[in-house]
């Protein structure tokens, strides 16, 4: 008598990246000097852009900036200054400083309501 193997069914390999999964962005390279533009921050700082906001900072302090215009910020939330500070310390935590061009009243303000205009360099005013 004669027995059947079982064979079992092989499975399909699983997609590279599933449809709503979170992927990280790639890292950004250095280029061999720093870049003499300085980068804008866009005129929406709130939650809504945070995540744009953070790849630009993240690609201007890569790329051997330090010094950002914040002068067109028009909107701003707690998120927006948030990420200002957040983006301040890892500079630090690199050895370098993250220093801003311009900053706009708007800015300013904000960070001066939450408390925390100091820890951007921005001179309190009142």
Do not use: C, N
């Given at each position: ?96 400083a993250l ?24 001179a309190r005013?009142?």
């Amino acid at each position: 008598m004669s027995h059947a193997r079982y064979k079992r069914p092989t499975r399909r390999a699983k997609p590279a990246v599933r449809s709503g999964a979170r992927t990280k962005p790639a890292p950004v390279a250095a280029p061999a000097a720093p870049v003499d533009a300085t980068p804008a921050l866009p005129a929406d700082l709130s939650i809504r852009a945070v995540r744009e906001t953070a790849a630009l900072i993240g690609a201007a302090l890569a790329a051997g900036s330090e010094r950002i215009d914040a002068s067109r910020v028009a909107m701003v939330d707690s998120a927006g200054v948030q990420l200002l500070i957040a983006a301040g310390r890892t500079a630090a935590a690199h050895g370098r400083a993250l220093r801003w061009a311009e900053a706009s009243s708007s800015l300013i303000e904000a960070a001066s309501r939450l408390g925390v205009a100091g820890l951007l360099g921005f001179a309190r005013s009142g």
